[in-house]
């Protein structure tokens, strides 16, 4: 028997299945769209979170807001992001700890490659190796002498465990043989209030947060992590100088939940390549020694593939483990 479709109806019914079938970020609006952040406020992922959280809500015309879930390395923020619908409201910022912690964590509760929808980098970052102000040696050279002489004595403040700051503390550790004590922190910003403090020694930070306390006195300024000296930092040796081929530098990138339709995906990508390309972001960056990325999706989610097997071969042949 035959039944006749009018036209309207068959178009109607079109819309319908086309609407049920390709969520995108309207299903979210009437809400803000979140940044998940692993760390407290104050770090280097807070801060990327929320410059690239306001120009991304000038360019969508939605309100975005930073939610603070700290603790485990950034795992808690990251298995909060895994379980949240893909839609496109509830955004991760993340770190080389995302890369990292796939080895350093033996059981973690959710799978960083199936679990996320990879979105784009959005800067790498190096780091500056600092000490409390009144340690008993003034640079590099001095302090793995001290180490040597002292073992145990000396401690490193680590930021966030499974960040590439961890990372760096341990390789140079390793290949300066020296024993300093690892101290965790929930983010990078409470590590180093109590480096500023004297309550701890030592501890690699990121270029973004010691620049402002640059000419303070608070903090001395032992060496940056990149390759060559950098501008923003006069008078501060590169570590390799020192210890030859030392090298780190951390990335951030924007993540959503598995599953995120490819226009969803597709559409935060175009707003945030827009705001990392804008002249303020680009300024900042330059200003805080870090540099701008565009990444495509795709790009970025092959990165982060690659990154895992990298970092896998460095955490087994240091033998760094979470405390």
């Known amino acids: 028997m035959h039944f006749p479709i009018t036209r309207r109806a068959t178009l109607a019914a079109l819309l319908l299945a086309a609407t049920a079938a390709a969520p995108t970020l309207a299903t979210a ?103 409390r102000k009144d340690v008993p040696f003034q640079d590099t050279a001095g302090l793995i002498d001290y180490a040597r002489k002292n073992p145990g004595k000396l401690n490193f403040a680590i930021g966030a465990q499974g960040s590439s700051l961890h990372l760096a503390s341990e390789q140079f550790k390793m290949v300066t043989g020296t024993d300093i004590v690892n101290v965790p922190y929930k983010g990078t910003g409470p590590a180093l209030t109590d480096v500023l403090a004297g309550t701890v020694d030592l501890m690699f930070a990121s270029t973004v947060n ?42 951030f990138g924007l993540f959503g939940p598995a599953k995120m339709p490819k226009d969803v995906t597709d559409k935060l990508y175009a707003a945030v390549k827009k705001a990392v390309e804008s002249p303020a972001y680009q300024e900042r960056m330059q200003t805080e020694a870090a540099t701008s990325v565009d990444m495509t999706s795709a790009a970025f989610a092959q990165f982060v593939a690659q990154d895992i097997q990298a970092w896998a071969k460095i955490i087994k042949a240091s033998g760094a483990t979470v405390e």
Do not use: C
Not at 216 to 236: D, M, N, T, Y
């Open 210 to 251: 010691v620049l402002p306390h640059r000419t303070s006195g608070g903090i001395k300024f032992l060496g940056v992590s990149s390759r060559e000296a950098l501008p923003q930092f006069p008078g501060v040796p590169p570590l390799a100088q020192t210890v030859k081929g030392f090298e780190s530098q951390a990335w």
């Open 29 to 131: 609006q009437g809400k803000p769209i979140t940044i998940v952040v692993g760390s407290p406020a104050g770090g280097t992922t807070d801060t990327l979170a929320r410059v690239i959280g306001r120009m991304l809500g000038d360019s969508l015309g939605q309100p975005v807001v930073v939610e603070n879930r700290a603790g485990a390395g950034g795992n808690i923020a990251a298995a909060f992001v895994a379980k949240a619908p893909p839609d496109g409201s509830t955004l991760l910022m993340s770190f080389t700890g995302h890369t990292i912690n796939a080895t350093l964590y033996k059981n973690l509760p959710f799978d960083p490659l199936k679990d996320f929808t990879p979105i784009t980098m959005v800067a790498k970052v190096p780091s500056v190796l600092v000490a």
